[in-house]
């Protein structure tokens, strides 16, 4: 019994010594890559650099392979303000010892650039991004040392850019693409911003379901390690990106990985010293284990699934909501001096489009509710100013056939249809509210024009009526009609 006592207290011992020694090591990464010796890391710099050569050296002494035979820092170029720029990832493995599995793929990566200097104040970046950097270190050290039970390789990646535009991660998915590797990813995982689980309360996971039963299978690995964590099916927020971004949109599973936005992000107070490095720890335990389950489980599946704001601009199906704000004003064709001044129109409601396969043609119908207001000349004495203000408030269906080019930049269109409105109210403010001649069913032809990125879409729409407001023949007035509009398709799955 004593035996048994003493064995256990030993082992007891190792675990919370070697939780101390890891706890050492992150602070020891995190105060030199959050140092004011390298002043912020911006992306590109030599400051960046020496960051890298850290990481390095932290592979090396610990066995870590690089992924390609050229070494571990892979250089590539990106395009700034016009300015052909160089930056540095650095990416390293651990192989997988299943010969049937071994050339499948687990990623894990953390970007380790960060703001430089501004306005003579160094952006340290201690939990943006160093934090993420120190725990993937840490990470691929416990995966090497676990090594025999990785079926699947596991490559640890620490990108260069991100602060600039995601460039490191896009550079090495383009670069897996080409080389006919991407689908052999059957996970990737973001660590960014992970030092403040303390003040945060919680580790959040986004994308858990892009795996087939990823949240369970986390969930159930954090309970035993004793992490809160949050989780959530997708990324959505339009806002902000991480370096889940490039392999997402290549098909790939993706998980984003943080404590949240509790530290102070993006300003010069994100210094080593507030960071919670038992949190850390304990983050990058669960990350070991969770990558290690992943390699080992020869049935772990991607759901197929991504989040909308990773899918392809071009869906089979797109619905959102839509607001157009522009000015209406009255045509004559018969009488062009008295045509009546622009005032203030406005439409709100859904847009709904079908894209075909050949995905630069759809159909796309938006029903609107809105108002519209106009100046009515006086047309006994058209050259006189003492217009009135005539209104019209009704419900719009425009229908238009959609011609799309879907770019890196956003996906740009034009369309052309008709429209159709059911006028409920209509006529001249404070002089006549409603006609009693008011013609209730109008139309006309319709096009737009516009762009989209990431489920934002900004347009630009023509309406011109072909019939007359009035079922009086004395009023041949038309409704010509612009806007801007400003849609959102992204919540909707």
């Known amino acids: 019994m004593k035996k048994i006592l003493a064995i256990t207290m030993f082992c007891v011992c190792s675990v919370g010594l070697m939780a101390q020694t890891q706890q050492k090591r992150l602070e ?36 870590v392979e690089p992924f390609y035979e050229s070494g ?27 010969p049937a599995l071994k050339d499948e793929y687990v990623i894990i990566g953390a970007h380790y650039d960060h703001l430089g200097v501004k306005n003579g104040k160094v952006y340290n970046g201690a939990d943006d991004n160093a934090s993420g950097t120190a725990a993937v270190i840490e990470i691929a050290r416990q995966l090497k040392a676990r090594q025999s039970e990785l079926k699947r390789s596991v490559i640890i990646v620490n990108f260069d850019g991100e602060e600039l535009g995601l460039f490191g991660s896009n550079a090495f998915a383009q670069r897996l693409s080409k080389e006919k590797k991407i689908k052999k990813v059957c996970l ?16 959040i996971v986004e994308g858990t379901g892009t795996i087939d039963d990823g949240k369970k299978k986390m969930k159930e690995l954090a309970e035993l390690l004793g992490i809160n964590l949050k989780t959530k099916k997708f990324e959505r927020s339009v806002m902000t990106a991480t370096d889940t971004e490039g392999f997402a949109k290549k098909g790939v599973a993706t998980l984003a990985v943080t404590t949240g936005l509790k530290s102070p992000y993006h300003k010069p107070e994100d210094d080593a010293d507030l960071i919670d490095y038992k949190g850390l720890s304990d983050i990058s335990d669960y990350i070991t284990r969770w990558t290690t389950q992943v390699s080992s489980d020869e049935l772990f599946r991607p759901s197929g699934r991504v989040a909308k704001k990773h899918q392809s601009q071009v869906q089979p199906f797109d619905l959102g909501v839509n607001v157009e704000l522009g000015g209406s004003r009255l045509h004559y064709p018969y009488r062009v001096a008295v045509d009546g001044r622009s005032r203030f129109a406005w439409n709100a409601g859904l847009t709904a489009q079908v894209n075909f396969k050949c995905k630069w043609l759809g159909l796309k119908l938006t029903p609107m509710y809105g108002w519209s207001f106009a100046k009515y000349p006086d047309l006994t004495n058209p050259l006189e100013n003492k217009a009135m203000t005539y209104y019209q408030e009704g419900f719009t269906l425009p229908v238009y056939v959609v011609f799309q080019l879907n770019t890196d930049y956003g996906l740009f269109h034009a369309g052309v249809g008709a429209y159709y409105t059911r006028v409920f109210k209509g006529g001249l403010k404070k002089v006549d509210p409603v006609w009693g001649y008011l013609n209730r069913n109008q139309f006309g032809i319709a096009w737009d024009l516009g762009s989209r990125y990431h489920g934002f879409d900004i347009s630009v729409y023509f309406r011109y009526q072909l019939n007359s407001i009035a079922s009086d023949s004395t009023v041949p007035a038309h409704l010509r009609n612009f806007y801007a509009g400003l849609g959102l398709t992204y919540f909707f799955f």
């Open 72 to 98: 571990y820092i892979q250089s590539f170029t990106n395009t700034l303000i016009g300015d052909r720029m160089t930056f540095n990832n650095v990416i390293a493995c651990i192989p997988g010892a299943d």
């Open 28 to 63: 020891q990464h995190l105060y030199y890559l959050a140092s004011d010796t390298l002043r912020g890391r911006f992306a590109g710099s030599e400051d960046a650099m020496k960051a890298a050569e850290y990481i390095v050296k932290q592979y090396e002494e610990m066995g």
């Open 188 to 203: 990737m995982m973001s660590i960014d911003m992970v030092g403040w689980y303390r003040q945060s309360g919680k580790l």
